[in-house]
């Protein structure tokens, strides 16, 4: 099972560039999250959806933009790259309801962004 | 709010030895709570969780984390320490049920010396 696919895995952004992360699952999650991570703070949620069609923000979502036009999907984009957005970039995903899996978020690999 | 503390974003053990780590939470509705590892170089995965059934829960690769509601604690602890448990641990809560979001802590980056 591919779980949650994140690409690209790496990209080198320059300021002001404009680029796109792309989050795929296969478990018909409902749910799905973008999280950030830097040194020592942890993952901080960017934004999240909790349904097609559906956006919503988190904790840190100045400067990035999502959609989620499809159940599967959902993409982070940046309009317009800074070095501040210089971080590992987390997909997450959930199902709904009970089960062994409540609550459980899924993670993707992560995608390394640099902007120089 | 929901919040999530970890103490200290260290720490070290030899192998071997007793492995704590230690989270602490605050949430106004009685709270699912998650252990993930991070290998490094790869993404999240689940450890173990606390979702309302027994206090003492058992995860993967022999840790275990007691849920004590008096002191809003979820410490992650193993018997001993394996040179391959070195990897970042983060504690998270979310609302029992419906709530979307999950909150992290700051992560525990566990160093284990032979």
């Known amino acids: 099972n591919a779980g949650v696919t994140q690409t690209p895995k790496f990209r080198v952004l320059k300021t002001g560039q404009s680029m796109t992360l792309l989050c795929a699952q296969d478990m018909n999650h409902e749910y799905m999250y973008w999280y950030r991570q830097d040194p020592g703070m942890g993952l901080r949620l960017i934004h999240y959806s909790v349904g097609e069609g559906t956006t919503a923000k988190g904790e840190v979502p100045d400067g990035y933009n999502v959609s989620r036009l499809k159940k599967q999907n959902f993409l982070l984009g940046l309009e317009s790259a800074a070095p501040s957005q210089t971080s590992v970039y987390f997909c997450a995903s959930k199902g709904l309801g009970t089960g062994p899996n409540t609550g459980e978020l899924f993670f993707g690999e992560g995608s390394r962004l640099t902007v120089l | ?114």
């Open chain 2, 1 to 114: 709010a929901q919040s999530v503390t970890q103490l200290g974003s260290h720490v070290s053990v030899s192998e071997g030895a007793l492995v704590l780590l230690r989270c602490n939470y605050s949430s106004s509705v009685p709270p699912y709570l998650f252990w993930y590892v991070q290998y490094p170089n790869q993404g999240l995965q689940l450890l173990l969780k606390y979702t309302s059934a027994a206090t003492l829960v058992k995860g993967i690769n022999g840790f275990e984390a007691e849920f004590k509601k008096s002191e809003t604690s979820f410490h992650l602890t193993k018997p001993s320490a394996h040179m391959s448990d070195a990897a970042e641990y983060f504690c998270a809560v979310s609302f029992q049920g419906g709530s979307e979001k999950l909150v992290f802590g700051k992560g525990t980056k566990l160093t284990v010396n032979p």
